[in-house]
C-alpha cells in the first residue's frame, strides 16, 4: 500500500468514526474522491479495504454502503483478535522467529519510534504509523506459520474495529489518543522483547493486553456522553441495546 492509499484509509475511516455517514448510506467513489481530494483509485482501494475490516458492506447493485452495529460486536471482536494475536506471538516465542521475520519487526519497531515519539504527529504520521502497525502485526500472524490461525485472523478482521489499526482514527481526534499510542508502541517493543528471548507465556500475555488499549479507548470514548459527542460526534450511544446509531 503507498503512502497515498493509507492516507486516504485513514481519512475514510475518520469519516466512519466521525458518524459522517448515516447506516445504509452508499459510499460512491466520485463523491468521496472529491471531498478527499484525490483520485478514484485510492478510494476504490480503501473501500476494499474497509470492507474487509467489516465497516461497511457491498451493495445488491454494485458498490457499497454503510452498515450499522453494536458495541458488543465492537468490544468482542477486539478482544478476540487479542486472544489470537497472543497466541501469534507465542507460537513465535516458543518455535523461534526467522531473521527475517525479526528483521521485519524491528524496521517496524524503528519506524513506530520515528513517528510516534514527537511532540505533536499530523496526518500523514498517522497513517505512516497505521501502515506499520498492519506490518507489525501480520508479520507476527504470518511468522508463526500457522495455517489455521491465519484464516481465523483474516475472519475476525472482518468485524468491525477488528483489524489491527481501526481505532487509530479515533485515537487520532482524542487529546489522550497520542499518549495511548505511545503505550502501544512500548508494547510492541516488549512483544518483540519476549519473542527474542523465546519467553512465550509473557509474549501471550502481552499480545492481549496489547488489544485492550482500543478497547478501552473506545470504552473511554463512549462512558461520557459529552466526550462521546466531541470524539465521535455522529454517533449516539443506546444503553439499553448498546446499539451505536446515527440520528
Known sequence: MTSQQSRVLVQLRGLILNGTFAPG????????????NTSRTPVRQAL????????IEASPGGGYHMRSFTMQDVSDAIRMRGVIEGFAA???????????????????????????FKANMDLDDYARYAQMNDRFH?????GCANKTLARTIE??????????????????????????MKQAHRTH???????????GSRAQALGEEHVEIARQNLDFAMED??????????????????????P
Do not use: Y
Open 25 to 36: 448510506e452508499r459510499l460512491a467513489e466520485i463523491p468521496l474522491s472529491e471531498r478527499l
Open 48 to 55: 476494499v479495504s474497509l470492507e474487509h475490516e467489516g465497516l
Open 90 to 116: 507465542r507460537l513465535l516465542a516458543e518455535n523461534g522467529a526467522s531473521r527475517r521475520t525479526m528483521k521485519i519487526l524491528k524496521d517496524c519497531l524503528d519506524e513506530g519510534d520515528a513517528v510516534v
Open 138 to 142: 501480520q508479520a507476527i500472524i504470518d
Open 155 to 180: 475472519t475476525l478482521n472482518s468485524q468491525a474495529f477488528a483489524a489491527a489499526s481501526a481505532t487509530l482514527p479515533m485515537q487520532s481526534s482524542m487529546e489522550e489518543g497520542h499518549e495511548w
Open 189 to 199: 517493543h516488549a512483544i518483540v522483547q519476549a519473542i527474542e528471548k523465546h519467553q
Open 225 to 246: 456522553p459529552e466526550r462521546a459527542a466531541k470524539i465521535l460526534p455522529g454517533f449516539q450511544l443506546v444503553r439499553d441495546s448498546e446499539k451505536l446509531l446515527r
